[in-house]
């Protein structure tokens, strides 16, 4: 599966954004979904999954509350609203097929996109 991820951008804290994962292939709903994101100098982070129906999520301490993903089967899409959106929040955010929570456990790792978020 091939995944680019758009919907990044420069925002005020407290703002919100929805940031989209477009996955080619015919296989995609199979799959658990995941959002990572990586600071400025920092490893990349779990932030989010989806399992392949949709009917079970999970999240980083930092962000539940905050963020929701969802997907839909039908578009070969997932998604992350961002809400409340902090300045450590600041990050290259990419969509993956994963299988855990770690970085490592994830693979077909898509374009990533900025979320810039000022004080």
């Known amino acids: 599966v091939q995944l680019q991820a758009s919907g990044g951008g420069l925002v005020q804290a407290g703002a919100s954004l929805r940031l989209s994962c477009a996955a080619s292939?015919?296989?995609?709903?199979?799959?658990?979904m995941g959002w990572f994101r990586q600071a400025p100098g920092k490893e990349r982070e779990f932030v989010a999954y989806?399992?392949?129906?949709?009917?079970?999520?999970y999240y980083a301490d930092s962000v539940k509350g905050r963020f929701t993903i969802s997907r839909d089967n039908a578009k070969n899409a997932v998604y992350l609203q961002m809400n409340n959106l902090k300045p450590e929040d600041t990050a290259v955010y990419y969509c993956a097929r994963t299988i855990g929570l770690r970085p490592a456990d994830a693979n077909s790792w898509g374009q990533g996109t900025l979320v810039t978020v000022s004080s």
């Open positions: 989806i399992t392949w129906s949709g009917g079970g999520t």
């Open positions: 292939g015919r296989t995609f709903n199979r799959y658990m």
